[in-house]
């Protein structure tokens, strides 16, 4: 069997369904092609049917891209088909997703149906789409909870109606990885025209399975993937295509298995879409969450700085990461604190390190997080160290006029005043304090949380922001978010 994997990106289309993601044409075509240099090999780009600017995204999408297959999804309705093919009109590589309920559940409760009539369905809607394209793929909705049997006839007559690839979703997330790969084994084993098509996986992430469930369909034989990027999705995300992919890549002597995806672009990728779609990565995100390849536990600190390999299994910047992080916090250990400290050319004899040590701790528990400047200033030597305070803030935004921001700051005991216009009252925030700080870094993420609920409630803002490929994060809590949001920057601003 071909060891190769194709990589079915539905993050414009699965991913584009989760609430406050969407998205419109423009940012749809900077993704799309960034998944093209990504190297995924097909891009669901859409449902067309299901509004005007859904197809119209469909029909741009399939003009800027040119390596991968745009796929366009749609029911097991002639009228969804006929407009799909419509919007890949100008596609270079063209695919039809449709298909039909494949469980017990949907057959009877959801279709109101039979079997049979719903097995004529699908093959009349696959032979539809033939007409149009010569690449259908058609998906067994919830196969996840489908009746083996049921399931491996609906795969056979699809295929005999010309699909040619079957996806067999496990569609609410429920299976097993051990009972979704015994299905796709059953229908490798059942199916008699099997070989004619590829079968896919299309995992939901409801009981946190679904790379899980992915990665043992890939090793029973399907061999394409549907993914998006972060795992976002409806409910609880979908497949996670870097922890797919860097699965794959870590276990290819096991496995045998291998894609086309450039895993050097996954985490400037990652940070598009979190950027795009509005949905920050938790910071546990395996891959690209931002304590991925952070260590802060004074074991796993001296671990890592003797071999990468003792506490990493993936090099950071294999996924476009440029290092690992020593985080010195009350956690750290000696290795860790001398490691910092000569990188700011401070060496110390193991004598000497065992008192300063203990005065680290004391102000780690103070700080929380202990960074250059606060190591000098544990020295006792001359730090730069930025005291700033926004000591006035004023706002003004509506509709007629751009935003202004009025900012005052204590920058080291001196106050400095600046004022801009911004989209909206948080840029103009952020444009008045660049101004005094003369700053240039790049905002990477903003994010603002309601601590209890309630439009009085507190507001805790967490900001990234990088400067040469270094990433400072700043945290703020306050009733006024603007506000907030000004003080969060400045304590990211201190860490650069």
């Not at 004529?120 to 009746?147: I, L, M, S």
């Not at 998006?228 to 276990?251: D, F, Q, Y």
């Amino acid at each position: 069997m071909d060891n190769r994997v194709y990589v079915f990106d539905t993050t414009l289309r699965d991913g584009e369904q989760v609430p406050g993601c969407q998205l419109h044409t423009v940012e749809k075509i900077e993704i799309a092609q960034e998944l093209e240099h990504l190297g995924v090999d097909i891009i669901e780009a859409g449902f067309p049917i299901s509004s005007p600017g859904d197809f119209q995204s469909v029909v741009e999408v399939s003009k800027a891209v040119s390596e991968p297959i745009i796929c366009a999804l749609t029911r097991a309705v002639e009228k969804d088909i006929e407009v799909a093919a419509e919007a890949l009109q100008y596609a270079k590589r063209k695919r039809i997703h449709t298909g039909i309920g494949s469980s017990d559940i949907h057959v009877f409760n959801k279709l109101k149906s039979t079997h049979e009539e719903v097995l004529e369905r699908a093959v009349r809607a696959t032979r539809y789409a033939k007409k149009f394209v010569e690449d259908v793929e058609f998906y067994c909705e919830d196969a996840g909870r489908a009746n083996l049997e049921y399931l491996a006839r609906m795969v056979e007559a699809v295929i005999a109606a010309g699909a040619t690839v079957v996806n067999i979703p496990d569609t609410t997330g429920y299976c097993l990885p051990e009972q979704y790969g015994a299905k796709i084994k059953y229908l490798i084993d059942h199916v008699p025209n099997i070989d004619k098509a590829i079968l896919s996986v299309h995992c939901h992430n409801d009981l946190g399975l679904a790379t899980a469930n992915t990665v043992a369909g890939l090793a029973n034989g399907a061999r394409q993937m549907e993914v998006t990027i972060n795992g976002i999705g409806e409910r609880a995300g979908n497949t996670s295509l870097e922890e797919s992919a860097m699965i794959l890549r870590s276990h290819h002597e096991s496995l045998g298995l291998e894609t086309g995806i450039n895993v050097k672009r996954i985490y400037p990728v990652s940070r598009m879409i979190t950027r795009l779609m509005r949905m920050p990565v938790q910071p546990n995100k395996a891959i690209v969450g931002r304590n991925a390849f952070a260590h802060s536990s004074g074991i796993h600190q001296d671990g890592v700085l003797k071999s990468r390999e003792n506490y990493e299994i993936i090099d950071p910047q294999d996924v476009g990461i440029p290092s690992s992080s020593i985080v010195l916090t009350a956690r750290s250990g000696k290795a860790a604190l001398r490691h910092r400290l000569e990188k700011l050319g401070i060496e110390l004899p193991t004598e000497e390190l065992a008192v300063v040590y203990e005065r680290f701790l004391h102000m780690a528990d103070e700080r929380r997080e202990v960074n250059d400047e606060d190591l000098l200033e544990l020295m006792g030597m001359e730090s730069s160290r930025r005291v700033l305070e926004i000591t006035s803030l004023e706002v003004t935004a509506g509709t007629e006029k751009p935003s202004r921001a009025q900012v005052q700051i204590n920058v080291n005991g001196v106050q400095k005043y600046n004022e801009a216009q911004g989209n909206g009252p948080v840029d103009a925030t952020i444009r008045a304090i660049d101004g005094i700080m003369g700053t240039h870094v790049k905002l990477e993420e903003y994010l603002v949380q309601a601590i209890t609920g309630g439009s009085n409630d507190l507001a805790r803002v967490h900001i990234q922001v990088s400067k040469d490929d270094v990433f400072y994060y700043g945290f703020a809590s306050d009733t006024d978010t603007v506000l907030a949001t000004g003080m969060a920057y400045l304590d990211a601003l201190m860490k650069v």
